[in-house]
Nanobody
Framework: QVQLVESGGGLVQPGGSLRLSCVVS????????MGWYRQAPGKQRELVAT???????NYADSLEDRFTISRDAAKNTVSLQMNGLEPEDTAAYYC????????????????WGQGTLVTVSS
C-alpha cells in the first residue's frame, strides 16, 4: 500500500514556528507533485502551498511571506516551514501527493494524508 505520513504539528505561541513533514512510502514509480492544504473548524479546505517534481512552487497569496515549501526527492518527502504563526493559522494541515503506482496497477493517483493539527494560541 501507498501511504502518506505527516508529522510536526502541535501547539505553538503566536509568532512561533513549526516545520511540517510528509513522507510518501510504498510501491511508487514517481511523484508528480506534493503539497499542503489546511482546514480550520467550520471552514472549507484551502490551499497552503504546492511544489512540482520540477521544483515549481505555488502559495496562497496571504502565506508566501511566512511559509516555505520544500522537497527532498530522494526521500520522497515534502516539508512546510511555517514562521510568524498567527491564531488564524490554527487548522488541520493535510499533505497531498500525486503519484504513479508501480505495475501491475500502473495507476496515477491523488493521495491525502490523515492530517496533522496545528494550534496557535497563547
Amino acid at each position: 500500500q501507498v501511504q502518506l505520513v505527516e508529522s510536526g504539528g502541535g501547539l505553538v505561541q503566536p509568532g512561533g514556528s513549526l516545520r511540517l513533514s510528509c513522507v510518501v512510502s510504498g510501491n511508487i514509480v514517481r511523484i508528480t507533485a506534493m503539497g499542503w492544504y489546511r482546514q480550520a473548524p467550520g471552514k472549507q479546505r484551502e490551499l497552503v502551498a504546492t511544489i512540482t517534481s520540477g521544483g515549481s512552487t505555488n502559495y496562497a497569496d496571504s502565506l508566501e511571506d511566512r511559509f516555505t515549501i520544500s522537497r527532498d526527492a530522494a526521500k520522497n518527502t515534502v516539508s512546510l516551514q511555517m514562521n510568524g504563526l498567527e491564531p488564524e493559522d490554527t487548522a488541520a494541515y493535510y499533505c497531498i501527493a500525486g503519484v504513479v503506482i508501480a505495475p501491475p496497477s500502473d495507476k496515477s493517483l491523488e493521495l491525502w494524508g490523515q492530517g496533522t493539527l496545528v494550534t496557535v494560541s497563547s
